[in-house]
Nanobody, 125 residues
Framework: QVQLVESGGGLVQAGGSLRLSCAAV????????MGWFRRAPGKEREFVAA????????YYADSVKGRFTISRDNAKNTVYLQMNSLKHEDTAVYYC??????????????????WGPGTQVTVSS
């Protein structure tokens, strides 16, 4: 069983930056395909970014492409989301998620089996 914990959220002004971290615990957690999702107030959960098991492939939602970067450090069992040029519309609870080993990279929520509790990101305008 994989357990995930996000950290790094907080309050930031528009145009600022934050780096989210997701620590994974589990026998195979270091090699799971990983993703970031977010849920804004009153809205459905949406895909943000994904990274493959090796870290060699990434995929981003159009809304964050060029501003956010997903990366992983398998030796530390940690996945990161570097968020630059933040906008008010980025305000949301951000969740990291882990897929099973059959998935190389996932862009749909249904491909992920494990979810962290989320961390709040608030961008002031």
């Amino acid at each position: 069983q994989v357990q995930l914990v996000e950290s790094g959220g907080g309050l930031v002004q528009a145009g600022g930056s934050l780096r989210l971290s997701c620590a994974a615990v589990g026998r195979t957690s270091s090699s799971n395909a990983m993703g970031w999702f977010r849920r804004a107030p009153g809205k459905e959960r949406e895909f943000v970014a994904a990274v493959s098991r090796s870290g060699s492939n990434t995929y981003y939602a159009d809304s964050v492409k060029g501003r956010f970067t997903i990366s992983r450090d398998n030796a530390k069992n940690t996945v990161y989301l570097q968020m630059n040029s933040l906008k008010h519309e980025d305000t949301a609870v951000y969740y990291c998620a882990a897929a099973d080993l059959a998935v190389w990279i996932g862009i749909r929520a249904g491909q992920y089996d494990y979810w962290g509790p989320g961390t709040q990101v608030t961008v002031s305008s």
